[in-house]
């Protein structure tokens, strides 16, 4: 639905709205400790037309809790001469506020639909707990998530 060219553009945290009728859950620890790790690798979306935020509520949330907890910007997080963090977003993007809750809810929908190769994925993970436990620190699994996985689907 984008009216013209979508690009990327800096937006003040503090200028970015939340979804009102965003109804996704999130765990805000864990995508903080993810920022932490990686960085902030993944823009927000914007409607324009609303102003409202359709595609990173829950990333735009965790990053309000690390400024707020006076902790460092991510990498791909600017700060503006006031101190306030400057977020990726992606502008172009224009839909009625019908539109922008269906797709909001599209959006999120998705990404739950795709699932998980379990066994692909149970093999990953293993193979970076062989490295070290330390190597799942931000990827959003831990040690007895991995093991709970391998005992279900099995050797």
């Known amino acids: 639905m984008p009216d013209k060219d979508l690009q990327i553009i800096y ?3 503090d200028s970015i709205k939340i979804l009102p009728q965003n109804a996704k859950d999130h765990d805000i620890g864990a995508i903080s400790l993810s920022f932490s790790k990686w960085g902030f690798v993944d ?3 914007i409607n324009e037309t609303t102003g409202h935020d359709i595609d990173g509520n829950g990333r735009v949330e965790a990053l309000a809790a690390m400024m707020r907890d006076k902790m460092p910007p991510p990498r791909g997080i600017k700060v503006d001469n006031d101190g306030m963090w400057l977020v990726p977003t992606v502008a172009g993007i224009s839909m009625s506020e019908a539109d922008e809750r269906r797709v909001a809810l599209a959006l999120n929908r998705m990404s739950e639909l795709g699932g998980w190769h ?7 993970l293993a193979e970076l707990i062989k490295q070290g436990e330390h ?4 990827v959003g699994w ?3 998530d991995v093991e ?3 005992a279900r689907i099995g050797p």
């Open 43 to 45: 823009p927000v979306g």
């Open 142 to 144: 831990d040690a007895a």
């Open 148 to 150: 709970e996985m391998l």
């Open 135 to 138: 190597m799942l620190e931000g």
């Open 11 to 13: 937006r003040r945290l």
């Open 118 to 124: 379990e066994d692909i994925l149970a093999k990953e």
